[in-house]
């Protein structure tokens, strides 16, 4: 079975500083990989996703990704971090683009950031 | 920009009620989710829909939840009874086809089963 683990339950970070949250994916073949934020009391917004190709994906945001097969990771990173990117953060997998194969989401970061 | 409705937003029962959520997807998006988040973890799939009928709802606690989509539109998640683990936030998500790159998210039904 796939499974996802967000090492990291809590980052703080301070305005302006970067950011790398960890993902890490067990899945035999290469899943489907995406990232998605959740402000408090709301739905689940898409940062970004990767397929396959270019292994360093770009997202909304100023968001970006990248995909190390070696490692089975997935980390997201922002160059400088904003105030209003305080937010929990979800990285899911995917087997295939199939009917059936549902999204298993990791345990999720939530990220504060320091004035 | 065309949303994933749900309500109610917040619902406090007692438990051994029954409870409803609803939920509306994006017009023309053929399938539908269910997902049970719990408090500090990550969203789990209840069932999902394509047009009105259940690709997949192993996952749904059949003793006490139903879901129905009877006009491949909007549709209806029960609890009956519920119990106090049912505590959790219901999201609904859907996407225009089910092999679709993403899954639009609606800001999900606060239950509190006291």
């Known amino acids: 079975a796939q499974s996802v683990t967000q090492p990291d339950i809590h980052i703080t970070v301070s305005e302006g500083a970067s950011l790398e949250l960890r993902c890490n994916y067990s899945?035999?073949?290469?899943?489907?990989l995406f990232w998605y934020v959740q402000s408090p009391g709301q739905g689940l917004q898409l940062l970004l996703k990767?397929?396959?190709?270019?292994?360093l994906v770009q997202g909304i945001k100023g968001f970006e990704a990248e995909f190390k097969r070696s490692q089975s990771s997935f980390n997201l990173r922002k160059p400088s971090v904003h105030w209003s990117d305080a937010a929990e953060y979800f990285c899911a997998s995917r087997k295939a683009l199939n009917a059936g194969n549902m999204l298993t989401f990791g345990g999720g970061t939530r990220l504060m950031v320091k004035p | 920009e065309a949303e994933v409705a749900q309500s109610p937003r917040y619902k406090i029962t007692e438990k051994s009620q029954a409870v409803a959520f609803w939920c509306d997807p994006i017009?023309?998006?053929?399938?539908l989710y269910w997902y049970r988040q719990i408090l500090g973890q990550g969203p789990e799939l209840l069932v999902q829909f394509q047009d009105e009928s259940v690709v997949d709802d192993s996952q749904l606690p059949k003793d006490r939840f139903s879901a129905e989509r009877l006009k491949g539109v909007d549709s209806t998640l029960k609890i009956q009874p519920a119990e106090l683990g049912d505590s959790a936030m219901y999201l609904c998500?859907?996407?225009?086809?089910?092999?679709?790159?993403?899954?639009?998210f609606g800001p999900g039904t606060r239950l509190t089963v006291t």
């Open positions: 899945y035999g073949a290469t899943p489907y």
């Open positions: 998500a859907s996407s225009l086809l089910a092999g679709a790159y993403e899954q639009y």
């Open positions: 017009s023309g998006h053929a399938t």
């Open positions: 990767y397929f396959s190709g270019d292994t």
